[in-house]
């Protein structure tokens, strides 16, 4: 069975750091692109971080410097770890992998950023 469990969110105070996890099983995932997306309330779905199977990053202008997307194969799981978090960084974080037309996704983590 294919699955991405996605873990690691929470409620944290403007300036803190998270680290959020996602665990592959059921697939060979270190093949695979693995994305960060979020939704906050009452927007739409963005895409927040990916990492290729060769490693390459990519990530929205918003997080730049603050997010680190990382993957580590033989544990099947990719992070991201987020620093100098902001309110508007709260929404839920959900984990993509997609390659050759499979699309896989997580269940989603909330993170919520507040004073």
């Known amino acids: 069975e294919v699955q991405l469990q996605a873990s690691g969110g929470g409620l944290v105070q403007p300036g803190g750091s998270l680290r959020l996890s996602c665990a592959a099983s059921g697939f060979r995932s270190s093949s695979y692109a693995m994305s960060w997306l979020r939704q906050a309330p009452g927007r739409g779905l963005e895409t927040v971080a990916d990492?290729?199977?060769?490693?390459?990053?990519a990530y929205v202008d918003s997080v730049k410097g603050r997010f680190t997307i990382s993957r580590d194969n033989s544990r099947k799981t990719v992070y991201l770890q987020m620093n100098s978090l902001k309110p508007e960084d709260t929404a839920v974080y959900y984990c993509?992998?997609?390659?050759?037309?499979?699309?896989?996704w997580g269940m989603g983590t909330q993170v919520t950023v507040s004073s």
């Open positions: 990492i290729m199977n060769d490693g390459r990053t």
């Open positions: 993509n992998a997609i390659r050759s037309g499979n699309d896989y």
